[in-house]
Antibody
Framework: EVQLVESGGGLIQPGGSLRLSCAAS????????MSWVRQAPGKGLQWVSL???????YYANSVKGRFTISRDNSKNTLYLQMNSLRPEDTAVYYC????????????????WGHGTMVTVSS | EIVLTQSPGTLSLSPGERATLSCRAS???????LAWYHQKPGQAPRLLIY???NRASGIPDRFSGSGSGTDFTLTISRLEPEDFAVYYC?????????FGQGTKVEIK
């Protein structure tokens, strides 16, 4: 079964760090474009970061320089290292796999995890 | 950055009625790289439509997408009880990927 399971969320003080994990099953993280998407309480969806199968990474301006996306191919797991956390980073964080690639090579998110909640508060 | 604007913000309809949702982009979305999702409370979003008009696997044919360039539409031909949810459009033609702010389809 194709599945994504996130973990690592929790309550953290402003300025702190947290690492989220996303364990994949049924497909290879290394061979797919993978993203993190977040959703603040009661708000809409916001794309956070993307890693291509080739390893190139991209970030939303709001997290650039603070967040780092990576993957461990041996564990088939995607990560999001979050540093210098701010209250506005409070959200449910989803990992998602791209599918149905367009001519650009990118695609919509066809598989989503259940999400992990990150709360940044003192 | 491509800004996506969805309308209306809320759609109040009865089961069996037709729903028409709009998504307008601030610049042309290349290769029709436009997707639609719905999200129910406490759940992750689910992909409905990709490439502006293609149904994802397992999505019933009452869902259809159309449009190109900057104007896109999601149509639900006859609303079923499970269709009442929030709907988002998303462009994936280039980074940063962006989502619309959402349209809530609620029971009238």
């Amino acid at each position: 079964e194709v599945q994504l399971v996130e973990s690592g969320g929790g309550l953290i003080q402003p300025g702190g760090s947290l690492r989220l994990s996303c364990a994949a099953s049924g497909f290879s993280v290394r061979s797919n474009y993978m993203s993190w998407v977040r959703q603040a309480p009661g708000k809409g969806l916001q794309w956070v970061s993307l890693i291509y199968s080739g390893g190139s990474a991209y970030y939303a301006n709001s997290v650039k320089g603070r967040f780092t996306i990576s993957r461990d191919n041996s564990k088939n797991t995607l990560y999001l290292q979050m540093n210098s956390l701010r209250p506005e980073d409070t959200a449910v964080y989803y990992c998602a796999k791209e599918g149905y690639p367009a001519n650009t090579g990118t695609g919509p998110f066809d598989i989503w995890g259940h999400g992990t909640m990150v709360t940044v508060s003192s | 950055e491509i800004v996506l604007t969805q309308s209306p913000g809320t759609l109040s309809l009865s089961p069996g009625e037709r729903a028409t949702l709009s998504c307008r982009a601030s610049q042309s979305v290349t290769s029709s790289s436009l997707a639609w999702y719905h999200q129910k409370p406490g759940q992750a979003p689910r992909l409905l439509i990709y490439g502006a008009s293609n149904r994802a696997s397992g999505i019933p044919d009452r869902f259809s997408g159309s449009g190109s360039g900057t104007d896109f539409t999601l149509t639900i031909s006859r609303l079923e009880p499970e269709d009442f949810a929030v709907y988002y459009c998303q462009q994936y033609s280039s980074s940063p990927y962006t989502f619309g702010q959402g349209t809530k389809v609620e029971i009238k």
